[in-house]
């Protein structure tokens, strides 16, 4: 498989991208298409390999079929953006095509991702009470699952270290891999706990929002696992061993993470239901988003005061009301002007990567983080 991203690296170390002249990294659609299809075809290797371990323990046949259901059923679905990126990184920094045996353990790392993301959304679900996930009835709503899904969850997260026992255990970086997803996991649980508690549903208090806040929860409980996690990974299993590099990979993708997070809040009100696939519930949810927190900083007393009467209300007059206070306020321009500045913060970071194409050791690219930055940059969906 020929690198997808990979050619628009830099070839000299001191070059830097003209970020307003070069051309996107992405795909094609159908390229786009056969590089997730290709991801999708390891699925079913990775799915036997875990039943099979239930043979081997000699589980009932019910029980067996109950995993498999579960695995099927939460895994494999939604873009998978989170695995094939570990997928595309590995290439980048490699700097060549895999092949047969490195995609496949590129991919699985990819797959590991996936299945903490389906542990996330079994469990979130739950919490939030939510009805439908990638347009199916989430996992605990259908018949006969209900509170099963706690212990679902637990196990689609098992699965992580299943396989990497089975197939990392005799690299020299099998220890890396299993405190990058013991942390992130953590990491994640202790953005949703301050989410949780910031925002219930069932209890308005404005009082409790910040924008401090807000990038508390954005940063742990999405930017880990969704962009250093598979960058990380990728960075593990082509050998980098620089503490350094770590920092600096963290430090360009926790600020991606939050120009995501910020732009799902932005679309969740201001995008059309057309673009984003949905229709946005954020004031209708309490959600402590990006717009009620710049509305929040920036609100009149009398904003204020509608804001506090009608935020995280079930009614779509109350919900009507918010937006009118969003669109006072100027939401749309103040975005705007956010995502120009991130954008140009993080176009800088990456810069400051330092890449010597003599070096003995694989080292960091730019083009794999600039590869992140053109899939959402300026997104409407």
């Not at 891999?177 to 308005?204: R, S």
């Not at 208090?205 to 924008?211: A, N, R, T």
């Not at 120009?259 to 209708?284: M, N, R």
Request: proline share 4%; charged share 25%.
């Amino acid at each position: 498989m020929a690198p997808t991203l990979a050619a628009n690296a830099s070839q000299n170390g001191t070059d830097t991208f003209n970020y307003a002249n070069t051309p996107s990294v992405k795909a094609s659609d159908l390229k786009a298409a056969s590089r997730k299809k290709r991801f999708q075809d390891v699925f079913p290797v990775i799915r036997d390999e875990l039943v099979a371990y239930f043979d081997e323990c000699k589980m009932p046949e019910d029980a067996k079929a109950w995993f498999k259901r579960n695995i099927d059923y939460n895994t494999p679905h939604g873009k998978l953006n989170r695995g094939i990126s570990v997928v595309d990184t590995v290439e980048i920094l490699k700097g060549s095509s895999l092949d047969d045996q490195e995609y496949f353990r590129a991919a699985l790392l990819g797959w590991c991702v996936e299945f903490l993301q389906a542990y996330f959304l079994v469990a979130d679900d739950m919490m939030d009470a939510s009805i439908t996930r990638r347009g199916q009835p989430c996992w605990y709503r259908n018949p006969g699952v209900g509170n099963i899904a706690i212990n679902d969850a637990f196990m689609l997260e098992a699965c992580i270290y299943y396989l990497l026992k089975k197939h990392f255990r005799s690299e020299p970086y099998y220890v890396e891999l299993l405190e990058l997803f013991h942390d992130t996991t953590y990491q994640t649980e202790m953005g949703q706990l301050v989410d949780l508690i910031t925002a219930p549903e069932d209890h308005v208090d404005l009082d409790k929002f910040s924008l401090e806040k807000h990038r508390f929860i954005v940063l742990y409980k999405t930017a880990f696992y969704s962009f250093y996690l598979p960058v990380a990974l990728a960075m593990h299993m082509v050998g980098i061993k620089s503490q350094s590099a770590y920092d600096h990979a963290l430090s360009i993708l926790l600020p991606l993470g939050e120009y995501f997070q910020i732009q799902d809040d932005y679309l969740d009100c201001f995008g059309s239901a057309a673009q984003i696939g949905k229709i946005g519930t954020d004031i209708l949810d309490n959600k402590c988003s990006w717009n009620i927190n710049i509305a929040l900083k920036k609100a009149t007393p009398e904003q204020r005061q509608i804001l506090n009467d009608n935020y995280g209300r079930k009614d779509s007059e109350c919900e009507r009301r918010v937006k009118d206070v969003f669109n006072q306020i100027d939401i749309p321009r103040l975005y705007k002007e956010y995502e120009d500045e991130a954008y140009e913060k993080i176009c800088t970071l990456i810069d400051g990567i330092q890449e010597s194409a003599d070096s003995a050791e694989p080292t960091l690219r730019r083009a794999a983080f600039k590869a992140f930055l053109d899939k959402i940059y300026k997104r409407s969906k």
